[in-house]
T-cell receptor, first 113, second 114 residues
Framework: NAGVTQTPKFQVLKTGQSMTLQCAQD?????MYWYRQDPGMGLRLIYY???????DKGEVPNGYNVSRLNKREFSLRLESAAPSQTSVYFC????????????FGDGTRLSIL | GENVEQHPSTLSVQEGDSAVIKCTYS??????FPWYKQELGKGPQLIID?????GEKKDQRIAVTLNKTAKHFSLHITETQPEDSAVYFC?????????????FGSGTRLSIRP
């Protein structure tokens, strides 16, 4: 039972490069989320998708875009990476719509040089 | 908007002793309060939650208490074990079905001394 799978686990980018973080869940959940985790700041919501075909901004959406490819997959794209986007990114899902609890993947550690 | 403060940021206790982590929130409309445990290199995992119509909830060695008047809630872990070492996050949201509005605390790193 994989749950929420994120790829890659680690990535180093140069400023200005673009990248897509992938997330897939196998629990038939309706809602999916992207968070970033920075030291001393907990988790902050970037974007979410309440159901297939919908996406909405969270608390810190600037510099990111998302795609809900299908019910299983929700990707996060950085078009022009900046050092301020160095963080650990977590994808989560919930049975939904927007119900709790959320089930988290193991994260992608992203460094922007 | 909602603000959740969590204390302490680090906590070290002797194995077998109890640990208490406290959170306060600012929005009186918050009604759902989950606690997540994050082990090293892993994502957060729900360990217990409480809704505003309940003052206390227990699950084996873990308990959560809620004081809506004072707007604070706490996690209590009794008879701590080495596997309790992790980072713990509290959170608050308006309801069980408003995950997009959840606000997390900044986390407490709990270490259990053998």
């Amino acid at each position: 039972n994989a749950g929420v799978t994120q790829t890659p686990k680690f990535q180093v980018l140069k400023t200005g490069q673009s990248m897509t973080l992938q997330c897939a869940q196998d629990m038939n959940h309706n809602s999916m989320y992207w968070y970033r985790q920075d030291p001393g700041m907990g988790l902050r919501l970037i974007y979410y998708s309440a159901s297939e075909g919908t996406t909405d901004k969270g608390e810190v959406p600037n510099g990111y875009n998302v795609s809900r490819l299908n019910k299983r997959e929700f990707s996060l794209r950085l078009e022009s990476a900046a050092p301020s986007q160095t963080s650990v990114y977590f994808c989560a899902s919930s049975e939904g719509p927007l119900t709790q609890p959320q089930h988290f993947g193991d994260g992608t550690r992203l460094s922007i040089l | 908007g909602e603000n959740v403060e969590q204390h302490p940021s680090t906590l070290s206790v002797q194995e077998g002793d109890s640990a208490v982590i406290k959170c306060t929130y600012s929005d009186s409309a918050s009604n759902y309060f989950p606690w997540y445990k994050q082990e090293l290199g892993k994502g957060p995992q729900l360990i217990i939650d409480i809704r505003s119509n309940v003052g206390e909830k227990k699950d084996q060695r873990i308990a959560v208490t809620l004081n809506k008047t004072a707007k604070h809630f706490s996690l209590h872990i009794t008879e701590t074990q080495p596997e309790d070492s992790a980072v713990y996050f509290c959170a608050a949201s308006p309801s069980y079905s408003s995950a997009s509005k959840i606000i997390f605390g900044s986390g407490t790193r709990l270490s259990i001394r053998p």
